[in-house]
């Protein structure tokens, strides 16, 4: 997520569940190696332009948007950076119809030839691990790690360099 574009639409979850996740994110970064990070599901990312339009973008999308329903359930690994291993998030219809929503009212920030097949996750570590480790943190965790939350609010983010150094622009935007 470390490139030109610099900004990027999260999915926040809720403060009980935040402190939760965000304690078990630190954990495996500490042990791990990894950098630290807030739990989030990236609802669209490649965004660049001037960051006060973005911050009216995302004001535009979170209003035209309704709380939904968000359900996490089981652990998936790859050999990818940003998704060494993460929680598989549900693409119901409300989440694809905010992320269809999210591309249409960002269209014209987005970075070209940025147009990947979502899949919703929300990451509990980054890194270059090998998959006998991932597999060991994966049984350490319990593989079936599964919450509930109503999505609330739209955060832009901005994500440009290095992991330390991502920002939340502002506040969080209620739907």
């Not at 911050?55 to 968000?70: D, R």
């Not at 939350?149 to 150094?165: I, K, N, P, Q």
């Amino acid at each position: 997520m470390s490139d030109d574009a610099g900004y990027a639409l999260w999915i926040e979850p809720p403060a009980f569940l935040a402190v939760r996740l965000n304690a078990l994110i630190d954990a495996l970064s500490a042990q791990h190696g990894g950098p630290r990070f807030s739990a989030h599901i990236t609802l669209l990312s490649g965004i660049s332009g001037d960051e006060e339009a973005l911050k009216q973008a995302t004001g535009s999308l979170a209003s035209a948007l309704s709380p939904f329903e968000m359900r996490l359930s089981g652990v998936g690994r790859e050999d990818y950076y940003f998704r060494c291993l993460y929680l598989l998030a549900e693409l119901s219809g409300s989440l694809n119809e905010a992320r269809e929503m999210a591309e249409e009212v960002f269209g014209a920030f987005r970075v070209s030839g940025r147009s990947e097949k979502y899949m919703p996750h929300m990451s509990l570590l980054y890194g270059d691990i090998d998959d006998p480790a991932k597999d060991a943190i994966i049984q350490g965790i319990g593989g079936a790690v599964t919450a509930n939350f109503t999505v609330e609010g739209l955060s832009l983010y901005r994500v440009h360099g290095d992991v330390s150094g991502w920002k939340r622009v502002g506040e969080v935007f209620p739907l």
